[in-house]
């Protein structure tokens, strides 16, 4: 082999390392699960011990996608009271001891995806997710680890407060998909024993826009320990509308009913959708506590 070939050689070998590091550089701060179904969540560590006391929580925010797609824009201020509801009432629980995030990073924070695998928002791999057996797309979950700044600044944010575990819940937007209801109606499942019945002239292949709480726990070093979402409200499109493929998404106006009219007409009490979705997350997410549906 002559010097030029070799010298080829060399670079080429050097391009396949490269790229089998990026691989497994993604593979371990990214993973993508299907989900057999609801609830929808999913355990990385066989033994989570967190303890009530040990727990801190921020207040809840939004999904970042809120902020840099177009598909969410205009709606961060909309969701504003709704935000601060759920924080005072998160607060309220004592699951959980709040942990102040004045001045805390943004880029680099950890990132839970709930949804169809096929929905706007999923990441390329879900769809890999999918069988030829699926009528419906399935629920998958799709969790970014946080970026090591992230993980040292939370180490030194739960120090200061003598925690040991972080409570990481987000509102935002994804879309689930359609589920048959016996012969002839449809459904989106929701939740912790919560679905709701979509219009039975509903295009099966479009998914539904979904109002949701996403949660993730931490451990010191930044490890997600239990992720996974409760969705609030599904909003689905008109039949005539999805023919030409334009969705009608949650407005303004439907998400100042959800603040303080939108109730589960099931449950005794009739209590707020938005509450008893936060409620069941953060018992998910901390397994001691207590269900509002057993």
Same mark, same amino acid.
């Not at 902020?67 to 009271?81: D, I, V």
């Given at each position: ?30 993973? &993508? ?5 609801? *609830? ?5 560590s066989k033994n989570i011990a967190a303890e009530n006391q040990e727990v801190r929580h921020f207040p809840v925010g939004l999904d970042g996608k809120i902020y840099t797609e177009f598909f969410h824009s205009g709606r961060e201020k ?22 102040? /995030? ?52 939370? /180490? ?14 987000? @509102? ?19 939740? &912790? ?23 993730? @726990? ?12 409760e969705g609030i409200v599904a909003k689905d499109t008109p039949f005539l509308l999805q023919i030409f493929d334009v969705q009608k998404s949650i407005d303004d106006k439907t998400l100042r009913y959800l603040l303080n009219d939108a ?23 901390? *397994? ?7």
């Amino acid at each position: 082999m002559n010097r030029c070939s070799s010298r080829k050689m060399l670079i080429l070998i050097a391009l396949l390392f490269a790229s089998a590091c990026s691989s497994l550089n993604k593979l371990s701060t990214a993973q &993508t699960d299907r989900l057999k179904g609801a *609830p929808f969540y999913k355990s990385y560590s066989k033994n989570i011990a967190a303890e009530n006391q040990e727990v801190r929580h921020f207040p809840v925010g939004l999904d970042g996608k809120i902020y840099t797609e177009f598909f969410h824009s205009g709606r961060e201020k909309a969701l504003q009271p709704l935000l601060e509801a759920m924080t005072a009432y998160l607060d309220s629980l004592s699951w959980s001891a709040p942990l102040n /995030a004045d001045g805390f990073m943004i880029s680099g924070a950890p990132y839970a995806y709930v949804g169809s695998a096929e929905g706007e928002d999923a990441p390329p791999e879900a769809a890999m997710q999918r069988n030829e057996s699926d009528k419906y797309p399935p629920m998958v979950i799709h969790i970014q680890k946080p970026g090591k700044e992230w993980k040292a600044a939370l /180490a030194q944010r739960l120090d200061e407060s003598a925690g040991k575990y972080l409570l990481f819940i987000n @509102l935002g937007f994804s879309q689930y998909p359609k589920a048959d209801k016996g012969l002839f109606e449809k459904k989106v499942v929701l939740g &912790t024993k919560y679905e709701e019945g979509i219009k039975f002239l509903s295009a099966e292949d479009k998914p539904v826009e979904v109002l949701q709480v996403t949660g993730m @726990l931490l451990d010191r070093e930044g490890n997600i320990l239990r992720a996974g979402s409760e969705g609030i409200v599904a909003k689905d499109t008109p039949f005539l509308l999805q023919i030409f493929d334009v969705q009608k998404s949650i407005d303004d106006k439907t998400l100042r009913y959800l603040l303080n009219d939108a109730r589960r007409e099931d449950l005794p009490g009739k209590p707020l959708k938005w509450k008893v979705a936060l409620h069941n997350l953060t018992a998910q997410m901390l *397994p001691q506590n207590p269900f509002i549906i057993q």
